[in-house]
Structures are given as structure tokens and as C-alpha cells.
């Protein structure tokens, strides 16, 4: 079945970096988009950037510039590079193949603060 188990997460001082990585399995990874969410306490779960089979990518206004999304077919691994981080990047990060399936996993936790 459809799995994704996200890891990396963690607390972080404003400014500070983390990378994210979700292995993927029940799925040809190589010939799906990837897609990291995030959902803050209290809200909706948001898009913040996605991968292309292709590897061109797309981001969140709110994050076009600090992050980073990348892939490895191989290890079918998506990761995010998160730089200067803000205190509102604080969520649980979570990945899913576009288009995104019920198969949600556990998401990491990033926590921004000072």
C-alpha cells in the first residue's frame, strides 16, 4: 500500500535551517509529482512546495525563496531544505504524491521559536 514517512523535523531558533525527508513506498515514485504540506495548530493543511517528475517545481509565496524542494528517484526520498526559518513556518510537515492520496503519514513536527 501507499506509504509516506516523513523525518527530520525538530525545534529551531528563528533564522535557523532544517531539512525534511519523506521515503515513499506502494508507488512508482519516479513517475509522480511530490508535494510537502504543512498544517499549523488551528488550521487548514497548506501546500508549500511541489516536485515534478520532471523536477521543476512549484512554491508557496510564503516560503519562495528559503525553501527548498528536491527528489531522489532512487532512494525514493522527496526532502524540503527549510533556511531562515520564521516562527510562523512552526506546523507538521507532511508529504503525498500529487495528486495526493488518503494515505496520509505521521508528518514530522518543526517547531520555530526562540
Known amino acids: 500500500q501507499v506509504q509516506f514517512v516523513e523525518s527530520g523535523g525538530g525545534l529551531v531558533q528563528p533564522g535557523g535551517s532544517l531539512r525534511l525527508s519523506c521515503a515513499a513506498s506502494?508507488?512508482?515514485?519516479?513517475?509522480?509529482?511530490m508535494t510537502w504540506y504543512r498544517q499549523a495548530p488551528g488550521k487548514q493543511r497548506e501546500l508549500v512546495a511541489r516536485?515534478?517528475?520532471?523536477?521543476?517545481?512549484n512554491y508557496a509565496d510564503s516560503v519562495k525563496g528559503r525553501f527548498t524542494i528536491s527528489r531522489d528517484n532512487a532512494k525514493k526520498t522527496v526532502y524540503l531544505q527549510m533556511n531562515s526559518l520564521k516562527p510562523e513556518d512552526t506546523a507538521v510537515y507532511y508529504c503525498?504524491?500529487?495528486?495526493?492520496?488518503?494515505?496520509w503519514g505521521q508528518g514530522t513536527q518543526v517547531t520555530v521559536s526562540s
Open positions: 503525498n504524491k500529487h495528486p495526493a492520496t488518503g494515505d
Open positions: 506502494g508507488f512508482i515514485f519516479s513517475g509522480y509529482a
Open positions: 516536485i515534478f517528475s520532471t523536477r521543476s517545481t
